[in-house]
């Protein structure tokens, strides 16, 4: 399968700082990167569709002036937290979506955020 | 809106026996995709099985299989000689074409040694 990976896996920031997250794709080019925001024993929460080269698409209650997507390539897709509170503390995931006849999505490892 | 149901939150089988995950599935659409997916607690999220809706053949995975039902929009999954490494969360999800994917609430597969 493809590989995606994200950067860092674990972040610790203090609150009213930026913390930036980059998901990328490893060995394919992904048009659309999905962002998905997990807490503990729950389902993954869509947060927003990146396209390269447009604005993201963000889900209904998502802010997008608190979460920043930049999608500048066809291989990164970059997450933005600004001005972090500890209610922004969470597992932030990202997967690709693989152009192909199957439109298959995969995901990186996810990022831990603890926001102090 | 297209939505999936997984109603149970927890399931426990003991090492080599068979576990059945159920979900139910909402949707409009005729033509569409529907997974199984795995979440150690590394948190990877690990591909298990996906299906088709236009295939009326169950797909199946080394020990892994799929009940689909498509009249009764119910996609369960079969896990055969469960092992350790099984233990997981488990999510469900449903997607069409280009759709975004719509994920369940998850189950929590504990197994018993």
């Known amino acids: 399968g493809a590989v995606v990976s994200q950067h860092p896996s674990w972040v610790i920031c203090k609150s009213g700082t930026s913390v930036k997250i980059e998901c990328r794709s490893l060995?394919?080019?992904?048009?659309?990167m999905f962002w998905y925001r997990q807490f503990p024993k729950q389902s993954l929460m869509l947060m927003a569709t990146?396209?390269?080269?447009?604005?993201?698409?963000?889900e209904q209650g998502v802010e997008k002036d608190k979460f920043l997507i930049n999608h500048a390539s066809l291989t990164l897709s970059t997450l933005t937290v600004t001005s972090a509170h500890p209610e922004d503390s969470s597992f932030y995931i990202c997967?690709?979506?693989?152009?192909?006849?199957?439109?298959?999505?995969?995901f990186g490892p996810g990022t831990r955020l603890t926001v102090l | 809106a297209q939505t999936v149901t997984q109603s149970q939150p927890e399931m426990s089988v003991q090492e080599a026996e068979t576990v059945t995950l159920s979900c139910t599935y909402d949707?409009?659409?005729?033509?569409?995709?529907l997974f199984w997916y795995k979440q150690p607690p590394s948190r990877q999220m690990i591909l298990v099985i996906r299906?088709?809706?236009?295939?009326?053949q169950n797909a199946t995975e080394n020990r892994f299989s799929v009940n689909f039902q498509k009249a009764a929009k119910s996609f369960s999954l079969k896990i055969s000689d469960s092992q350790l490494g099984d233990a997981a969360m488990y999510f469900c999800?449903?997607?069409?074409?280009?759709?975004?994917?719509?994920f369940g609430k998850g189950i929590t597969l504990s197994v018993r040694p």
């Open positions: 997967s690709a979506r693989r152009p192909s006849a199957r439109n298959e999505q995969f």
């Open positions: 060995d394919f080019q992904a048009t659309t």
């Open positions: 990146s396209n390269e080269g447009s604005k993201a698409t963000y």
């Open positions: 949707t409009s659409e005729s033509d569409y995709y």
């Open positions: 299906q088709e809706a236009y295939k009326q």
């Open positions: 999800a449903y997607k069409t074409g280009n759709s975004k994917l719509t």
